[in-house]
Nanobody, 124 residues
């Protein structure tokens, strides 16, 4: 069992930056592959970024590649999503997720635990 709590969302101007945090508890954090997903109003939840157990490998959706950076600090049981050059289309609820498989994954159905989400709104 893993409990995940996101924080850091809010309102930001287009072109601005935010850093989201996801604090994990309930298990050994370093065994989990971690991911960030997002869900805009009226749309399905979509993949944004993922990171391997030791942070060596990272993968991004084409829509965020070059603007977002995922990282983790296993000593703090925390995964981060640094979001730069934000656009209005980035507006969504952002969810942190943990996957227990052997390999880092982009597949939503391979994530076992999800946080409650944090709202990110990009607007002028």
């Amino acid at each position: 069992q893993v409990q995940l709590v996101e924080s850091g969302g809010g309102l930001v101007q287009p072109g601005g930056s935010l850093r989201l945090s996801c604090a994990a508890s309930g298990s050994i954090f370093s065994i989990w592959n971690m991911g960030w997903y997002r869900q805009a109003p009226g749309k399905e939840r979509e993949f944004a970024a993922t990171i391997s157990r030791r942070g060596v490998y990272t993968y991004y959706a084409d829509s965020v590649k070059g603007r977002f950076t995922i990282s983790r600090d296993n000593a703090k049981n925390t995964v981060y999503l640094q979001m730069n050059s934000l656009k209005p289309e980035d507006t969504a609820v952002y969810y942190c997720a943990a996957a227990g498989g052997l390999l880092v994954t982009r597949e939503k159905n391979e994530y076992d635990y999800w946080g409650q989400g944090t709202q990110v709104t990009v607007s002028s």
